[in-house]
């Protein structure tokens, strides 16, 4: 219990971390759509398919580093919240163009880029 509860921690910390910088360097350079929030939602999903293949290769691998990477690291570093109220700020702001942009690249590109590290690291593996 105590491993779980660690490996959740100490994921989790490195995601938001990570989340927290790329916030800050990137949500201010378009007005038009948060890019922080995107790409870490885009690299959470690709992160997340890499890890779903990887551990389906590898079952008998300690249940922490599932933990660790897809409850805390994945769960760390991607958003949905922040996601849902930027796109709510857009739609109060009268920008229901930006608000649909935005939910498609999120939701769109986030199943996409999941596909996508489950394929790269099948195809590695």
């Given at each position: 219990m105590y491993l779980s509860f660690i490996s959740v921690v100490v994921g989790g910390s490195a995601g938001?971390?990570?989340r927290w910088i790329l916030g800050l360097r990137l949500n201010s350079?378009?007005?038009g759509m948060p890019l922080g929030t995107l790409l870490v939602n885009l690299v959470g999903g690709f992160v997340i398919g890499g890890a779903m293949a990887f551990?389906?290769?590898f079952p008998n691998l300690d249940p922490a580093w599932r933990l660790l990477i897809t409850t805390g690291f994945c769960g760390g570093l991607t958003t949905f919240s922040t996601f849902s109220a930027e796109v709510l700020?857009?739609?109060m702001h009268g920008r229901a163009g930006w608000a649909m942009a935005t939910v498609?690249?999120?939701v769109l590109g986030s199943?996409?880029?999941t596909f996508a590290?489950?394929?790269l690291v099948r195809w590695l593996g």
């Open positions: 938001c971390v990570l350079l378009f007005p551990f389906l290769r700020s857009m739609l498609l690249a999120h199943l996409l880029m590290g489950f394929a």
